[in-house]
């Protein structure tokens, strides 16, 4: 086994994952073994070829409304007023810490993603 550097040895370390994961091995076998060192090869080659951008702060409080099937007054608790609600959703009104902090420990959306500007910010934002 070797460090996966081409998109073929990408496909082929794909198949031979499946091909072990079908088999099913018990814990501790060699072939268990291989699927987990097979799994970090491919992530790490995944990682580097095909990387994924942080979805934007609003993008990803709008996702979680609609799993949860929020509505923008469900937001209040995390954002104050039923204005900051829409003005955040509109994107003419920054996250605060506080939000921010809100909004993590009460709809689980990550910290490290609310923090981020959001990719569309009203020229009055500021």
Excluded: C, W
Excluded at 8 to 37: F, T, V, W
Excluded at 54 to 60: F, G, K, L, Q
């Amino acid at each position: 086994m070797q460090v996966i550097k081409t998109q073929d040895q990408h496909e082929r370390a794909l198949q031979r994952l499946l091909m072990l994961m079908d088999e099913n091995p018990m814990e501790g076998s060699h072939e268990a073994d291989e699927i987990e060192l097979l799994a970090l090869l491919i992530e790490s080659y995944e990682a580097k070829n095909f990387p994924i951008d942080p979805p934007d702060p609003i993008e990803a409080i709008k996702f979680r409304m609609e799993q949860q099937g929020l509505k923008q007054k469900d937001l209040t608790p995390y954002l104050g007023s039923a204005s900051k609600v829409t003005e955040v959703l509109n994107g003419t009104r920054q996250l605060s810490i506080n939000m921010i902090r809100k909004l993590n420990a009460g709809l689980g959306i990550s910290a490290n993603i609310l923090i981020k500007k959001p990719a569309v910010m009203s020229e009055f934002a500021n």
